[in-house]
C-alpha cells in the first residue's frame, strides 16, 4: 500500500475486552410485528482493538491484537480471527463472549444495530489482564485501547490499563462515560485520544460547526494535559488534529457510503500504522481519513482494503486550521 519505502514498523498491541461476533445481514423492508426473512448473515470478528489489529493487517503492517474470549461465541470468534491472518493472543474472559447484529434495510439503505451486552468484569478477571499487558508491552511501540468497557470495570480503567502499558504510546479511542472520565481526569502520559464530532460536542457544551471551532477545542484538551493530541473526526468533512503547537485537517474522500460499521476503528488502524513506519502526523492523519473513507465503501461489517486506501488517499487533502 506505503508509496514509497516505509521504515521498519514500530510494535503495535491492541487490546479489546468486550469483543463481540459481529453478524450482518439484510431485509426488504423493516416491518414491527413481523417475522422478517433476512439475508445469509455474514459473519466477522468485532470489537475496537481488534477491528483496528484487522484493518492494520489490511494495509499490511503487523499488530498483536490481546482478545477476551469466553465460551463458544469465543470459540468461533477466535476461528474466524485465525481465518483472516490476524495475530492475536486470546485472554480467558468471563461468561460467553457477547453478540452483535447489523441489519440494513434494502428499500431505503438504512442501518440498524443491536449490540448486546458483554459479561460483567471481576477483580480476578481484571487482575489477569493487567499481568498480560505487563508481559506483551513494548516500550516504544503503540498500544492502542479502543472499544467499549466490559461491564464491572471501574470508571477509571482506562487510567489503569494505560498504566500497565508504561513506555508505549497509548492511543484510547473510546465513548460515553469512560471518555468523560478520560477527560475530566486525564491519563498520565496519554499520547493521542480520539472522538467522534457528536462527542466532541457533547464535551464542550456547544456546536462546533466550524473547523476552527473543533480544532480550538481539541487544542484546549492538549492545553488541559488531557492528551498529547486530539483527533476529532467531522463525520464526511474529515478529520481535525491537535497538539501543543500545530493544527491539522485531512480532508474526508467523497464515496459512496454502503456501511458506517468499523469507519472509526479503521481509521485509527490506518492513522497508527503510518506513525509506527514512522511517516508524519500529517501522513498518518491523511492515511487514517482514507482508511475510514474506503470503510464505509464496504459492505456489512468488512473493513478497509488496501487497494481502496492507496485510490483515496491524494483526496484526503491536508491543510493547516
Avoid at 466490559?150 to 482506562?158: N, R
Avoid at 498504566?163 to 468523560?180: E, F, P, Y
Avoid at 471551532?213 to 491537535?242: E, M, P, W
Wanted: hydrophobic residues 45%; aromatic residues 4%; contains cysteine.
Amino acid at each position: 500500500m506505503p508509496d514509497t519505502p516505509a521504515p521498519r514498523q514500530a510494535p503495535i498491541l491492541t487490546l479489546t475486552l468486550n469483543p463481540a461476533l459481529d453478524m450482518a445481514s439484510s431485509v426488504p423492508v423493516m416491518v414491527p410485528d413481523e417475522k422478517l426473512r433476512c439475508s445469509e448473515p455474514q459473519l466477522d470478528p468485532g470489537g475496537g482493538g481488534l477491528n483496528v489489529s484487522r484493518a492494520v493487517h489490511a494495509l499490511g503492517g503487523e499488530s498483536l491484537a490481546l482478545v477476551a474470549l469466553g465460551g463458544l461465541t469465543g470459540d468461533r470468534l477466535a476461528e474466524l480471527i485465525r481465518r483472516e491472518g490476524v495475530m492475536f493472543l486470546g485472554i480467558t474472559g468471563p461468561g460467553e463472549t457477547r453478540q452483535s447484529l447489523t441489519v440494513n434495510e434494502a428499500s431505503t439503505g438504512r442501518q440498524f444495530r443491536f449490540m448486546l451486552p458483554g459479561p460483567v468484569w471481576h477483580q480476578e478477571d481484571q487482575d489477569r489482564v493487567f499481568m498480560l499487558l505487563r508481559a506483551a508491552g513494548k516500550p516504544g511501540g503503540f498500544a492502542v485501547i479502543s472499544g467499549s468497557q466490559p461491564p464491572g470495570v471501574p470508571m477509571d480503567f482506562p487510567a489503569r490499563l494505560a498504566d500497565a502499558m508504561a513506555g508505549m504510546r497509548v492511543v484510547l479511542d473510546t465513548s460515553g462515560a469512560a471518555l468523560t472520565q478520560a477527560v475530566d481526569h486525564p491519563i498520565p502520559g496519554l499520547e493521542v485520544l480520539r472522538m467522534d464530532g457528536e462527542e466532541a460536542e457533547a464535551l464542550a457544551k456547544r456546536p462546533l460547526e466550524t473547523r476552527a471551532d473543533t480544532a480550538d477545542f481539541a487544542q484546549s484538551l492538549v492545553a488541559r494535559g488531557v492528551a498529547r493530541k486530539v483527533i476529532v473526526a467531522r463525520g464526511a468533512d474529515g478529520s481535525v488534529l491537535a497538539d501543543a503547537t500545530q493544527r491539522l485537517f485531512a480532508k474526508a474522500p467523497k464515496v459512496q457510503v454502503r456501511s458506517k460499521v468499523g469507519a472509526g476503528d479503521s481509521f485509527v488502524g490506518g492513522y497508527v500504522l503510518a506513525l509506527a513506519q514512522g511517516r508524519s502526523e500529517g501522513e498518518a492523519l491523511s492515511r487514517g481519513v482514507a482508511a475510514a473513507a474506503a470503510a464505509v465503501m464496504s459492505e456489512a461489517t468488512e473493513l478497509c482494503r488496501a487497494e481502496d486506501v492507496a485510490r483515496l488517499l491524494p483526496e484526503a487533502a491536508l491543510s493547516t486550521v
